[in-house]
């Protein structure tokens, strides 16, 4: 079974880290500085976290996956973000988690996981969630490729 995670990752210097794994294999990163004096901890993360047989094991045809499972993902996002908005949230070290509500499509699926490495509320959890939700592709796109093509 494939596992695809998108991650976003936030420092506490405002530095912020995205990519894409293919089980073991980055595929897919990206780095955006901080401002002021540097300090690497994480504030929070978002990942996006795709498995099953229908994520395809080549890295090209995986990445073209994430963007055809956009719809799916902003569904998924928007969902945990509503629910964090509605039902509040007790910060804990344990991170959020947020499965899919829809019937799983082509043998796979979606699992939204968040953790905040400080306290702030519901709704700002949430405007992380919708910002992820809102750059998805445009995010995908600035990435640099890690792989390979893989031959014809």
């Known amino acids: 079974m494939a596992k695809l995670i998108f991650y976003r990752q936030r420092r506490v ?14 595929i897919l990163r990206r780095f955006e ?14 990942d996006v976290r ?3 047989s229908g994520i395809p094991e080549d890295p090209d045809a995986a990445i073209r996956w994430l963007f055809d499972a956009s719809a799916r993902v902003a569904r998924s996002l928007s969902d945990f973000a509503d629910h964090l908005r509605r039902e509040g949230v007790t910060l804990d070290i344990d991170p959020l988690q947020w499965d899919e ?3 799983p499509e082509d043998d796979s699926e979606i699992k939204i996981v968040c953790l905040i490495n400080r306290r702030i509320d519901a709704e700002e959890i949430a405007a992380i969630l919708d910002d992820v939700r809102d750059h998805w592709a445009a995010r995908i796109q600035q990435m640099v490729v890690e792989h390979e093509s893989s031959p014809a």
């Open 50 to 52: 795709c498995t099953g």
């Open 101 to 103: 509500a829809s019937q």
């Open 13 to 26: 210097d405002g530095g912020t880290r995205m990519g894409v794994r293919l089980a073991d294999l980055a």
């Open 33 to 46: 500085p901080g401002r002021g004096e540097r300090n690497p901890i994480m504030a929070w993360f978002v």
